[in-house]
């Protein structure tokens, strides 16, 4: 998994509340352990009509927001199923932080197990943030996450904070199979004395 310590990018302001996970990958996508292709498949209802023609207002489908790498929304993002091809979707077109007053727990969760950053704000620097986003010529924030904080397009710089080990998760591009590959010889101990204690566990069928 990337790291994420800093990053500059282009932030797509979506001013939705309650973004749930079939909007931002549908059902009949999520049929597949595939990660790669399903950013083509990141809120397909929106971006396109029936027919599938790209709807021409919508942000993704817009100059210079077809290249961001951040997304800005209102409250509770991703709620809904527990479904991690929403994730999935979202790393594959490119997202590596969302931005948003509060996060759907398992969302965030699964933000973290796959390399972006669910950064909480106060609603009110949402909303001036996605204001900026749409009247300012500049689109581009940066994130500093050894320093807990974001600088908006008119450089004024605000604080967040994000539990000390999903950030240090993050820093070190650890995912949660690298993680326990740290502790291996712990676990072989475990295990060797649990063998010992519980045999009747490990036992195998003949």
Known sequence: MQPFTQWRGIAAPMPKANVDTDAIIAVQHVYTLKKSGL???LFHRWRYAPGGDEVGDFVLNRAPFRQATVLVAQSNFGCGS??????????????????APSFASILHENCIKNGILPLSLKEQEVEDLLAMLEREECK???IDLKACQVTFPDGSVHSFTLDTAQRDALLQGLDPITLAERYE?????????????????WQTGS
């Open 39 to 41: 950013g083509n498949y």
């Open 82 to 99: 527990s479904r991690e091809h929403a994730v999935w979707a979202l790393a594959d077109f490119g997202i590596r932080c969302v931005i």
């Open 140 to 142: 581009l924030v940066d």
């Open 185 to 201: 010889d712990d676990i072989s101990a475990f295990q060797q004395r649990d063998r010992q204690v519980r045999p009747w566990i």
